[in-house]
Structures are given as structure tokens and as C-alpha cells.
């Protein structure tokens, strides 16, 4: 079974989202994917939690 891990990461030079896709067992292998968007995602729509949710 496969964990995958996927941050966002903003690219200011580009201004857009770029979302790495990584195999969480082994990280030091390096992306798998990396997905380019075309726009930034705002901050705060990625990461952001309520405790009585």
C-alpha cells in the first residue's frame, strides 16, 4: 500500500501552486509527480483546521 504525501508549495517566480506528489515510504526517492497549476492557490484553502469540525 502506497502513502502518498502531496504539499503545495507557492511559486512566487511563476505565480502559481505547484503540488508535489510523494511516496510517503520513501521520501529520499523524490517526487513522483509534481503538478503545475496555472494560478496560486490562496493561502489558508490548503491546512486549515478546526478543532470541533
Known amino acids: ?9 507557492m511559486n512566487a517566480a511563476h505565480h502559481r501552486t505547484d ?4 511516496d510517503g515510504k ?4 523524490g517526487p513522483i ?3 503545475h497549476l496555472k494560478h496560486h492557490v490562496p493561502y489558508g484553502l490548503h491546512g486549515t483546521f478546526k478543532p470541533n469540525f
Not at 503540488?19 to 510523494?22: A, K, N, Q, S
Open 33 to 35: 509527480a509534481c503538478l
Open 26 to 29: 520513501c521520501l529520499s526517492q
Open 19 to 22: 503540488v508535489v506528489i510523494l
Open 1 to 9: 500500500m502506497m502513502v502518498g504525501l502531496s504539499p503545495w508549495f
